[in-house]
């Protein structure tokens, strides 16, 4: 508001803000950001390790996929856990100097910080000339690396990094009623220790690359993942 002075100014003084009111008010604090993957982050002492196994048809030992996480903000609202290095130990030595190269490659990523969920499409698209293979249960893999990306693929889901696509409890059902009356009109034993889960006559799912889709009614249906061409 705007005062007009009228009278003649005799004197004037600074006023000072008053210490008492100073002291009640709160201290302002200044806002901290939280951290985020970045590549200059060093190696803590102590990281969280998972380990898978994987017994690929084309290596002659089994492999085994350790995945360390680091956890960032520890202990706040915005803590989480991202992958920080891969190691692959494994009896093989046919596979050796490329799959070296590729866990320092994929930790390299990892510590660089970012979205790096890109990393299990770019390695499941990775095609062995000489074909593929199919693993316990049914499910293709077209290389080994794609099979490492698939185990990326569980870890990042597992930490929370990608989402899980769960099938409902009703999904679930209905594909095992489906199964039941297939598996009870087509009834053929087997002793084939590599026999997949499903039906031995069951076709590839184009989704979840699993020999698991049968039909039934005239309506092509996965057992494993649930895509259907009926809807």
Known sequence: MTVKITNKIVGYRVKKADPIASEHQPPVQA????VQMNEYIER????????????PPIAEHA??????DILLNEGTDHESRQPYEVFINSKSMEHFQ??????????????????????VEELRSVYDPNGGYFKK???FMPSLVAEIGAVIEKHLKAIG??????????????????????EASHSTATNDDKASDFPPN???CGKCSTKAVIVMD????CLSCGDSKCG
């Open 31 to 34: 806002e901290t950001k939280p």
């Open 44 to 55: 803590p002492d102590f990281l969280l390790g998972t380990t898978y196994k994987i017994k």
């Open 63 to 68: 492999m085994y996929i350790t995945i360390n």
């Open 98 to 119: 490329w799959v070296i190269a590729l866990t320092r490659v994929i930790s390299a990523v990892f510590r660089k910080g970012g979205d790096v969920t890109f990393l």
């Open 137 to 139: 249960g049914g499910v």
């Open 161 to 182: 990094l990608l989402e899980s696509e769960e099938m409902s409890e009703t999904t679930k059902r209905i594909l095992a009623e489906k199964r039941a009356e297939f």
């Open 202 to 204: 069951a076709t590839m």
């Open 218 to 221: 005239g309506c092509a249906t």
